[in-house]
């Protein structure tokens, strides 16, 4: 289960990766915002993150103006490992090597064609188990 969560300024993109997860079959839970009045960026942030943390959903998606805010706000939960990309490269070398759980995206960076591509990229790589990976992430999750 994808968690879906955005501010006004990701709201459209939104809408564009939720066409592609029902062309898909992808199943998804979204979390809001629903509609491109102002809100506050963290707010969906902790709630998509509150989803991965509780095991209802594997991943996120994350979407504000330019996907900053919202993956800083992630990223301070407790085994919220947000990655924001811009490109395709990106999205699966943090698949391999950072086992990201959020894929951020900036809604006024990126087009919809490549924001569904980066989004495809992300959902379909596994990651690497790779020993020096795994301590690495070992080493970010066990911070004192
Ligand atoms: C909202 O205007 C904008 O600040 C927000 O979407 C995001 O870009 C923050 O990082």
Redesign the pocket.
């Known amino acids: 289960m994808i968690a879906l969560g955005c501010?006004?300024?990701?709201y459209e993109l939104k809408q564009e990766i939720i066409k592609y997860l029902e062309e898909k079959g992808i199943p998804y839970q979204d979390f809001g915002c629903d509609s491109t009045k102002?809100v506050d960026?963290p707010v969906y942030a902790r709630k998509v993150g509150r989803a991965i943390q509780n095991g209802v959903c594997d991943k996120g998606i994350l979407i504000?103006?330019?996907?900053?805010?919202?993956s800083?706000a992630a990223n301070k939960m407790k085994g919220i490992r947000a990655a924001l990309c811009t490109d395709c490269f990106s999205a699966e070398a943090t698949r391999l090597h950072n086992d990201a759980n959020i894929l951020a995206l900036?809604?006024?960076v990126v087009g919809p064609g490549l924001a569904v591509k980066i989004v495809d990229t992300f959902l379909h790589t596994e990651f690497s188990h790779e020993e020096r990976h795994q301590r690495r992430i070992d080493l970010i999750e066990n911070e004192e």
Do not use: F, N
Request: hydrophobic letters at 20%; aromatic letters at 6%; proline letters at 0%.
């Open positions: 501010d006004h300024g990701g102002s960026y504000c103006g330019t996907g900053i805010g919202i800083i900036g809604g006024r």
